[in-house]
C-alpha cells in the first residue's frame, strides 16, 4: 500500500552559468568510459559500486549507471548533517535518478537517515537567448516520524540546502572547466 506523503520542507533556486545545456548536461551526467568485463569492481555497503564521485564533503558511490542518459542510476550517498543528530555528523541517502529527458531534465527520489526521510529532486536546464543557460534546482525532503518531523525536519533542511546553491554550481563550473581543458589539449 502506498501512502501519499506530502513534502513539508522544499527549496529551489536557479542560476546561470556560461555555457550551452549540452555542455552542461555533459558534465552532470558524464558516463565514464566502459570497463573491461573481467575486470573487478570494488565492493560497497550495498553491492559492488561502478565509480565514485567525491565533492568536499559529499562522496557519491554509483551502484547502477543506468541508460545512456542516466535514467534508473541508483547512487549512494554520504553527507554532512548536524552533530546534534548523533551519527558524526554524516548521513546516507539511497537516490533513484528518473524521469530523465536529456539535455532538459531529471528528477531523482531518495530514502535517507538518520531521520528516515524521503527526498525528491529535479533539476532543469533552460537555455537563453545569449549561449548561456539557466539552471532550476528543487527538492522536497519528508521525514517519516511525526515527532521528529516536527522537532527536526526544518531545521535539517535548512543544514542540508545552505549551500546548495553555491555547491551545486561549483561543482558545475569546475566540470566545465575541467571538460574544456581536456578538449583543448586533445
Known sequence: MRRNVTAVQEHRYSFEIDASPEEIWSVMHRRPPARAAAEPRPMGDYGPIVRTIRHGDVTIEILHEGDEHGCGLVRHCYFRVPKYLLTGGVAQSWEHVTEVVANESAKYYAIGKP????AEGEHRLERLADGRTRVHFMERYHVYN???????EARVHRFLSKDNDKLVKAGIEQGLAAARKAAASS
Open 115 to 118: 531521520l528516515w526521510s524521503r
Open 146 to 152: 511525526p515527532v521528529m518531523r516536527r522537532l527536526l
